[in-house]
């Protein structure tokens, strides 16, 4: 099964799939989703199967533009409408309390749950045909767990190889195209205001910044006791190749170093280095919203070069780019011990 074009017989189509019990993979403007009706655990639980992902790690519920977001929370603060008015539809995730009537299947059996207004057009269409706008689609990334998040169609079929075809467990991929933000949505915390404030859980698109402007108080860094959210464990957002974070000025040498032990590298940089060499190379874009625009693509493209290694130029730590630093950190989480045991013996 290849991705469909978009036309108002495959929107109805996969709306129907969804009411099915079906999986539908559709675009967002974040990442593309692997989709399934977020009221419907049997059909919830078809999605950790496909990814491989485990059961107690949360999904996102997915809504349509001006729905009741009281029919999947309860005790709304009045912060939520705040978020809500200013960034839906849009790449922010709010963690609210789940309400009694919601299966736990999409909150990994916690008492929270995370619900977003998608703006891509295709997202929109397919979330208001589906149950007429009333319904709700638990969607994570449409990648297997843990690795690189899909930004097009075609992603999504290299992904899913076999559960696309005949019978499988995703009855159709919506191609809308490459998504415009590339990275997943931030994810704040309103559900312990009273004793917390807001918590950022994961950053992204939507700022720090931005929210505090909104809120008129800078979301807190996440504590121990935080709501488990999508895409926060430490290890999150690989390619197959291991990924090593290098500070520029140590680009060169480590390049020479690995080089020297004739390690084959792929090489991703925002700035030029014309003095280094690599088997690979991909050049994104030195803003923040271009590199994440970027990302995950780079990386699967890089992960396709055979390479023994993806260097990574480390990015700049203003507060701009906390969103791609976080899943860089997460693609490489173990890097600087495969990097130690590569040069040790120098």
Known sequence: MKSQVITPEAIAQAAQALESGQLVAFPTETVYGLGADAENPAAVANIYAAKGRPSNHPVIVHVAPGADIRYWAKDIPAEAHQLIAAFWPG????????????????????????????????????????????????????????????????????????????????????????????????????????????????????????????LGTTPAAPDAAAPRASGTLDAHYAPHTPVILVEAAELDDTVNRLHAKNKKLALMSYQAHPAIQAEAWRHLPADPVGYAHDLYAGLRELDHAHADLILVEALPQDKDWQGVNDRLRRAAFDSRDILKALLDND
Do not use: W, Y
């Not at 995730?93 to 916690?110: E, M, W, Y």
């Not at 992904?159 to 467990?169: M, S, T, V």
């Not at 159709?172 to 915390?189: A, K, M, N, P």
């Open 91 to 214: 790449p922010l995730t709010l963690i609210l309390k789940r309400a009694n009537h919601i299966p736990d299947a999409v909150s990994g059996g916690q008492d929270t749950v995370g619900i977003r207004c998608p703006s891509h057009p295709v997202a929109q269409e397919l979330l208001r045909a589906f149950k007429a706008g009333k319904g709700g689609v638990a969607a994570p990334s449409a990648n297997k767990f843990g690795h690189v998040s899909p930004t097009t169609a075609a992603h999504v079929e290299e992904e899913f190889e076999q559960e696309i075809q005949p019978g499988g467990l995703i009855a159709s991929i919506l191609d809308g195209g490459q998504s415009d933000v590339g990275i997943e949505s931030t994810i704040v915390d309103l559900s312990r205001l009273a004793t917390h404030g807001p918590v950022l859980l994961r950053p992204g698109h939507i700022t720090v910044a931005q929210m505090a402007a909104v």
